[in-house]
């Protein structure tokens, strides 16, 4: 059975740093294109990064761009998003999962998370 399983959340001061892990059992994640979600108390879930299969080509919207990088380790199995300069409107529960090989977004509707990593960014 596949499973995802995000780690290294917490609480964090504005300005402050977070890495983030996502750990893959029953699968190979340098099969799949990857990427970061995050959902706010009361909002939809938001993406915020992908990253290649290679790791050789990132994809990030407007609201992560500078502040965000997405990684990964094929020898470790994981994917990370490295998070910096964090402020208040970071905070989030974050999730991994599988994005488009093309386009390196959302590929539509997901009927699989993990249990996330709650990310609490103080002002």
């Known amino acids: 059975q596949v499973q995802l399983a995000e780690s290294g959340g917490g609480l964090v001061q504005a300005g402050g740093s977070l890495r983030l892990s996502c750990a893959a059992s029953?699968?190979?994640?340098?099969?799949?294109?990857m990427g970061w979600f995050r959902q706010a108390p009361g909002k939809e879930r938001e993406f915020v990064a992908g990253?290649?299969?290679?790791?050789?080509?990132?994809y990030y919207p407007d609201s992560a761009k500078g502040r965000f990088t997405i990684s990964r380790d094929s020898a470790k199995n994981t994917v990370y998003l490295q998070m910096n300069t964090l402020k208040p409107e970071d905070t989030a529960v974050y999730y991994c999962?599988?994005?488009?090989?093309?386009?390196?977004?959302?590929?539509?509707?997901?009927?699989?998370w993990g249990q996330g990593t709650q990310v609490t960014v103080s002002s």
């Open positions: 999962n599988f994005v488009s090989n093309l386009t390196l977004r959302p590929r539509g509707e997901y009927t699989y």
């Open positions: 029953g699968l190979t994640l340098s099969s799949y294109s």
């Open positions: 990253i290649s299969r290679s790791g050789g080509s990132t």
